[in-house]
């Protein structure tokens, strides 16, 4: 019996220094940390925008791989000027934020050209050769979920096809009921809950990199939809210009942690078990969208 107590006594020190012996997964911050300088990249100053507004910058980084045809109609009315002096015109809560013409659809509307005044439905693209990081929960509206290239996306195996989903701080370009009804001048960016429904349903173009303080904090409009009823309740629009023509001294210097490298896979982890001190109950799963891709300011 002592030789048999001994040996349990034994197996549980074991197991019981395996345990304390064995790695904690890092929280977040120190998946951050540790992450080293090539899980980073530096978005490309010919596909962001920088949407400047009186109280500070909104960074956009364009999703030219998903919709290029509006990212470069974007492109186009960013160099052209096409925005500056229009308006923040809505603010719905817990939806969106929309910028763009007031006048549109009127003789008073601001032109569109050189940049084309209709563009096709980029709704969704083919999944061949594009890069996938795969989010192992799963998804109500996908059949697949993960992140592609930066920007968190919807995949279906079986049609070959993958698309952007409106996660927070997307940001998409506005349309009539026709698919094919939209140009890329008027704009939205999610401020709340993500409205996956209108995925594949409206084309996003990119997402917001730094400053969606200015958006989401947006006194709400009282119209219909969040429109602001009155003129002198609009945001003005300093400017919105690419980053590649503004003064290299004047750009916003940020950093993205790659979705295809080791460290943003320990992230979701991170995300999906939480480890800092103040929770008491790691859920073990995560949603698409309540894994924020991590940016920073270039060190």
Request: net charge negative.
């Amino acid at each position: 019996m002592n030789r048999l107590h001994a040996a349990v006594s034994l197996a549980v020190a074991a197991l019981l220094s395996l345990h304390a012996n064995a790695q904690t997964p890092p929280i977040g911050a120190e998946v951050l940390a540790n992450a080293p300088a090539d899980a980073w990249r530096s978005p490309d100053p010919a596909r962001t925008v920088y949407l400047d507004l009186p109280a500070g910058r909104v960074v956009i980084e364009l999703a030219s791989d998903f919709a290029p045809a509006h990212a470069a109609n974007i492109s186009t009315l960013a160099h052209n000027g096409y925005w500056d002096g229009l308006s923040i015109l809505r603010a719905q809560d817990n939806y969106v934020v929309q910028w763009g013409d007031a006048n549109a659809g009127t003789a008073q509307a601001r032109p569109l050209a050189p940049a084309r005044g209709k563009l096709p439905a980029e709704f969704d693209r083919s999944a061949a050769g594009q890069p996938f990081t795969a989010l192992s929960d799963g998804d109500i509206y996908a059949p697949q979920v993960g992140w592609s290239d930066g920007f968190p996306v919807g995949r279906d195996p079986a049609s070959g096809r993958i698309w952007l989903a409106h996660c927070y701080g997307m940001v998409g370009a506005g349309r009539d009921a026709a698919a094919d009804s939209s140009n890329g001048a008027e704009l939205y960016a999610v401020i709340g809950h993500a409205p996956r429904h209108l995925d594949r349903n409206i084309t996003l173009v990119g997402r917001v990199l730094d400053g969606m303080q200015w958006l989401a904090t947006l006194p709400r409009g009282s119209g219909a939809l969040g429109f602001y009823e009155r003129p002198e309740q609009r945001l003005a629009i300093t400017h919105l210009r690419l980053a590649s023509e503004v003064p290299e001294a004047e750009r916003s210097a940020l950093q993205v942690l790659r979705t295809d490298s080791a460290s943003f896979t320990q992230w979701i982890e991170a995300r999906r078990n939480r480890h800092e001190d103040w929770f008491i109950s790691p859920v073990g799963h995560v949603e698409l969208c309540n894994v924020p891709i991590p940016v920073r300011p270039q060190p």
